[in-house]
């Protein structure tokens, strides 16, 4: 498990590092033994310095939309991957990591919604979305294809797709969006 956590982790590490100056960001909690007290674990390394345990991390990038709107795809920031780890869950660490998504696609991407991309049979995510604002997009059977990298090996899934709406009100000019 601890080897596979850090492939995962360093593999989206060097992705980040190769999109810098793109619409692009992974979020990363790391815990130093605060987050929650109620852990007996000993986050120490050898030399007694505390070990930062990467807890959750949120994948935040822009998707090309599938439909062509004005005759060329639209991209749109999306939630690709969103995960805490199952000791640190009902902390509000997940919610966080979406809000933090949220605000910076509003303030730094000037974008006006955000997108989730969630398998199907991740009932718990569907959930969580739903809880965080997010709505559907589509028809029950709707869904978009997502090509996912796993255990070095690429294949196409096939996910539901979520949207919020991140203004209040109908913008009064082009520029001004009045933010949630």
């Not at 869950?89 to 997108?115: F, P, Q, S």
Request: proline letters at 2%; hydrophobic letters at 30%; a positive charge.
């Amino acid at each position: 498990k601890g080897w596979t956590e850090r492939y995962t982790y360093l593999r989206y590490v060097k992705t980040a590092r190769r999109m810098r100056g793109t619409k692009y960001a992974l979020l990363i909690v790391k815990d130093n033994g605060t987050i929650d007290r109620r852990m007996s674990r000993d986050t120490s390394d050898q030399g007694g310095r505390k070990e930062l345990n990467v807890v959750g991390m949120a994948e935040l990038g822009l998707t090309m939309d599938q439909s062509i709107q004005r005759g060329t795809l639209q991209p749109r920031p999306t939630i690709g991957v969103l995960c805490v780890g199952s000791d640190y869950h009902t902390l509000g660490i997940g919610r966080a990591l979406v809000e933090r998504c949220e605000t910076l696609v509003t303030e730094l991407w000037k974008d006006r919604a955000l997108y989730a991309e969630v398998e199907p049979t991740n009932v718990d995510a569907i959930k969580f979305f739903k809880r965080c604002g997010y709505e559907r997009c589509g028809g029950a059977e709707d869904t978009v294809t997502v090509t996912i990298t796993r255990r070095r090996q690429v294949e196409e899934c096939e996910h539901f797709l979520f949207r919020k709406s991140l203004i209040s009100s109908a913008p009064t000019s082009d520029d001004e969006y009045e933010l949630r």
